[in-house]
C-alpha cells in the first residue's frame, strides 16, 4: 500500500544519512538458535508490456470514440489495453464494435472471454471501434485481471533467511532476529496461478534453509551422515513462513494434493514440500496479510514485521 511505500522510503533515506547502521548480529543462546525462512511470490508481476506493438495497425481518436484499424490479418478479437498509444480503459465503454467484411459485430472487450477468436474462426481484417463513456459506473469499475495477467512476462520470487530465538514460536511479544541472507529473483518455471507461484517460491528457500541448517550442525560440531542428514538435524525445529492463505492450507490440511489441485506440476512441488517438512520436523507458519484481513491489529497487518512477532499460526 502507499504507507508501505512512504514507511520503506523513509527507511533508505535515513540508511543513506546513516551508513554505519546495518544488519545486527543478535545474540541468541545456542540452545534456543534456529533457522527460518519467509518466502513471498507474485504472480505476473513482472516485465510488463503490450501484447501487440510493432505492426502495421494504428489508433485513430475521434471526438466520439477510438478506433483501431486493422491493417494485417488476425485471429483474435482486438482488446483496447493490448496496443500502445490507445485509450485510457476507464474511459470507455465496455462494449466494443468490431467491423469486417461479413459485418458489424458488438461484444464486450471487459470480461473473462474478451480475449478469443473471432466468432467465424477465421482471420479477419477492418476496425474495432470504443466509444468514450464518462459513465461513472463504468469509471469506478475495475478492469478483469484476465487481460493484465496475458500482458504480463513473468512472475517473481523471494526469500529472507533468519536465525531466531525459538521463543518466537511460541511465545508472544519481540524475539531477538538476525537477517543472515536473502534474495529476489524471477521465477524460473511459469506459473498457472499464485499458489504455483508460492510454491516455487517456497521450494526455493527451503533450499537455502537446508543449508544454513547443515552449516550450522557443522559449527557446534555434529557428525553428519550424508545419507540421512535429514532425520539428524530433525531436532533443530525450523519454520517457513508465508503469507499465502491457500499455500499454508494445502500443506497443512490436504492430505491428497494432487485430488485438489487441477494444476499437477504444482501438486508435485507441494508433495515434495510436505515430505521435505515431515522429514527435517519443520511447520510452515502463515502471517495475515493486510489485503486478507483488514481488520486485524496492525502488527499482524504488515508482514514485513513477520520477522519480530511471535503470534504465527
Not at 465496455?94 to 461479413?102: I, M, P, V
Request: aromatic residues 8%; proline residues 4%.
Amino acid at each position: 500500500m502507499v504507507k508501505d511505500l512512504v514507511e520503506a522510503n523513509g527507511v533508505a533515506e535515513e540508511l543513506k544519512k546513516r551508513p554505519e547502521l546495518g544488519i545486527v548480529v543478535q545474540p541468541i543462546p545456542m540452545n534456543r538458535l534456529r533457522v527460518g525462512v519467509i518466502t513471498d511470490a507474485s504472480w505476473g508481476n513482472a516485465g510488463g508490456g503490450f501484447l501487440e506493438e510493432g505492426n502495421k495497425d494504428y489508433w485513430e481518436e475521434t471526438d466520439t470514440s477510438w478506433i483501431r484499424h486493422h491493417l494485417l490479418p488476425r485471429r483474435l478479437l482486438f482488446h483496447p489495453g493490448a496496443a500502445p498509444g490507445g485509450p485510457d480503459l476507464h474511459r470507455i465503454s465496455r462494449q466494443c464494435l468490431t467491423t469486417t467484411d461479413s459485418g458489424l459485430h458488438k461484444d464486450k472487450w471487459d470480461d473473462k472471454d474478451g480475449i478469443r477468436e473471432h466468432e467465424e474462426g477465421t482471420t479477419w481484417r477492418g476496425t474495432t471501434t470504443f466509444l468514450k463513456s464518462n459513465v461513472e459506473e463504468e469509471i469506478n469499475r475495475p478492469i478483469n485481471e484476465r487481460f493484465m495477467q496475458l500482458a504480463k512476462k513473468h512472475n517473481q520470487g523471494g526469500y529472507l533467511l533468519v536465525y531466531y530465538d525459538s521463543n518466537l514460536e511460541t511465545e508472544d511479544g519481540l524475539s531477538n532476529i538476525t537477517i543472515a541472507s536473502w534474495k529476489s529473483y524471477r521465477l524460473k518455471r511459469c506459473t498457472m496461478n499464485t499458489l504455483s507461484a508460492e510454491s516455487q517460491s517456497m521450494l526455493q528457500g527451503i533450499g537455502n534453509l537446508h543449508w544454513h541448517r547443515f552449516l550450522m550442525a557443522e559449527i557446534i560440531t555434529k557428525d553428519l551422515n550424508i545419507d540421512n542428514w535429514e532425520t539428524q538435524l530433525k531436532d533443530q525445529p525450523c519454520i517457513a513462513v508465508t503469507d499465502s492463505r491457500s499455500l499454508y492450507d494445502t500443506i497443512n490440511k490436504c492430505r491428497n494434493t494432487s485430488a485438489h489441485i487441477d494444476d499437477k506440476r504444482t501438486a508435485i512441488d507441494l508433495t515434495i514440500l510436505k515430505g521435505d517438512l515431515e522429514k527435517i520436523g519443520g511447520q510452515v507458519r502463515w502471517v495475515f496479510n493486510q489485503k486478507d484481513e483488514p481488520e486485524l491489529p496492525s502488527q499482524n497487518q504488515e508482514c514485513w514485521k513477520m520477522v519480530t512477532y511471535g503470534n504465527w499460526l
